[in-house]
C-alpha cells in the first residue's frame, strides 16, 4: 500500500509510526482485552491514558502549573462562542486582530455576546501581512486580546508575541500549535483544535490560566464552562476518547523526535525549501510578505491560473493530495505540519520546478 504524501490543510497527515501503534491496540490495549474506543472514560485504563496525554502535553510547552489543561469538543469554531462566554467577565468590550478568514469567523461569532473592536486590519492588502502592533488601537479595559496566530487559509503566521499588558491574550493557534515552542506565561487562554496538527477532529485543547476561570455567563452550557471543565478533569461529559488517545500518542512521538525545539528546527528546514523556490521562480509566487510567512500553510499561486488543474493532476499521479488552495483565496496551498517529511517537501518542489520547466 502506497501512502499519499498528505498536503491537506486539516484533517491532516499523522505520524506513519502513531498510526502503525494504533492499528497494533485497536483490539487490545495494553492487555486490557479492550480497545480505546469500547473503554469507560470512568474506568482506570483511560483515565491513565488521559493523564498521560496531559503530561506529555505540559512536559512538550512547558506548560506553568497555574495554567489548566482541558480536553473539550466542539472544534476551534465553537471556542469562537466559548471564549467570549467564559473570558467577558463582567466586561463589554474584546480587541480582535483580523488577519483574515479565520480571524473574521472568530470576530463574526464573539458580536453575539460582546462589543468587539477591531483593533487592526490587513484587509487593505488582501490579508497579506500581520499588522504591526505600533498600528494596533487597543482598548484599556478589554476582557482580552484575540489573535489567530497562524492563519490556516491565508497562510500568515506570527513570529512575535503581542504585547498587551494586563489585559489577557487569547490566541487560536489550531494549525500551528507544537510546531515551535511557546512562552505560555504570555497567554491568557490558548486554543486549538486537534485535527490541524495534533489528532484527530473532535477533540480541541484548551490552555487556560487558572485565574481567568469562574466567571462565564451565567448562560454558558456546563459543558462548556472552563471551571466547570476544569473542576472535572475535562469530564464533566464525556470526553473524545478516542482523540485523545491518538492526541497523546502524537505527544510520546514529538518527546522522542527531541521535543518542540527540534521541531521547530524541522520545520524551518521544510518551509525554507518551498519559499526559497517560491520566490526564485518566475512561475510561482507567494503572496505573502516574507516575515509574517506561516512555516505550516503556504499559499502560493501559478502566475498563469489556467495552468491550476493541469498543475493539480500533475501532483496527483505522483500521489501529492490535496493541493488546491482554500475556495476563498484559489491557488495552491501546501500544508505542511509536523507530520509532513522533509522529503514530501522536496518531492513537491522537484514537480514544481520540473512543471515550471516544461511550460517555459
Ligand atoms: C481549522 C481551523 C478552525 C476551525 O476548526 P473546527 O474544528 O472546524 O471548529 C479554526 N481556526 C483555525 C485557525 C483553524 O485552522
Not at 492487555?31 to 480505546?36: E, K, W
Request: glycine content about 8%.
Amino acid at each position: 500500500m502506497a501512502r499519499a504524501i498528505n498536503f491537506s490543510a486539516g484533517p491532516a497527515a499523522l505520524p506513519e509510526e502513531v498510526l502503525k501503534l494504533a492499528a497494533s491496540e485497536m483490539l487490545d490495549w495494553h492487555n486490557s482485552g479492550m480497545g480505546v474506543m469500547e473503554m469507560s472514560h470512568r474506568g482506570k485504563e483511560f483515565i491513565q491514558i488521559h493523564a498521560e496525554a496531559e503530561a506529555d502535553l505540559r512536559e512538550l510547552l512547558a506548560i506553568p502549573a497555574n495554567y489548566k489543561v482541558l480536553f473539550l469538543q466542539g472544534g476551534a469554531i465553537a471556542e469562537n462562542a466559548i471564549v467570549p462566554m467564559n473570558m467577558l467577565r463582567g466586561r463589554s468590550v474584546a480587541d480582535y486582530v483580523d488577519t483574515g478568514e479565520w480571524s473574521k469567523k472568530s470576530i463574526k461569532e464573539a458580536k453575539k455576546y460582546c462589543n468587539v473592536n477591531v483593533v487592526a486590519s490587513s484587509q487593505d492588502r488582501g490579508y497579506s501581512y500581520i499588522p504591526p502592533q505600533s498600528s494596533w488601537k487597543l482598548t484599556k479595559d478589554a476582557a482580552y486580546v484575540h489573535i489567530c496566530s497562524n492563519e490556516t487559509i491565508g497562510g500568515l503566521e506570527y513570529q512575535w508575541v503581542p504585547q498587551t499588558g494586563d489585559v489577557p491574550l487569547v490566541a487560536d493557534m489550531s494549525s500551528h500549535i507544537l510546531s515551535r515552542p511557546v512562552d505560555v506565561s504570555r497567554y491568557g487562554l490558548i486554543y486549538a483544535g486537534a485535527q490541524k496538527n495534533i489528532g484527530p477532529a473532535g477533540l480541541t485543547i484548551v490552555i487556560v490560566r487558572d485565574d481567568l476561570i469562574g466567571q462565564a455567563l451565567p448562560v454558558t452550557p456546563s459543558a462548556f464552562d472552563y471551571k466547570q471543565q476544569a473542576e472535572n478533569d475535562s469530564m464533566l461529559n464525556t470526553p473524545p476518547t478516542y482523540a485523545v488517545y491518538i492526541a497523546g500518542l502524537v505527544f510520546k512521538w514529538l518527546k522522542k523526535q527531541g521535543g518542540l525545539a527540534e521541531i521547530e528546527k524541522r520545520n524551518i528546514a521544510k518551509a525554507k525549501v518551498l519559499y526559497d523556490y517560491l520566490d526564485a521562480s518566475k512561475f510561482f509566487i507567494s503572496p505573502i510578505d516574507k516575515g509574517d510567512r506561516s512555516r505550516m500553510n503556504v499559499p502560493f499561486k501559478l502566475k498563469d491560473e489556467s495552468l491550476d488543474g493541469a498543475f493539480l493532476k500533475g501532483a496527483e499521479a505522483l500521489g501529492m493530495v490535496q493541493l488546491k488552495g482554500h475556495r476563498s483565496v484559489g491557488g495552491m496551498r501546501a500544508s505542511i505540519y509536523n507530520a509532513m517529511p522533509l522529503e514530501g517537501v522536496q518531492k513537491l518542489v522537484a514537480y514544481m520546478r520540473e512543471f515550471e520547466a516544461k511550460q517555459a
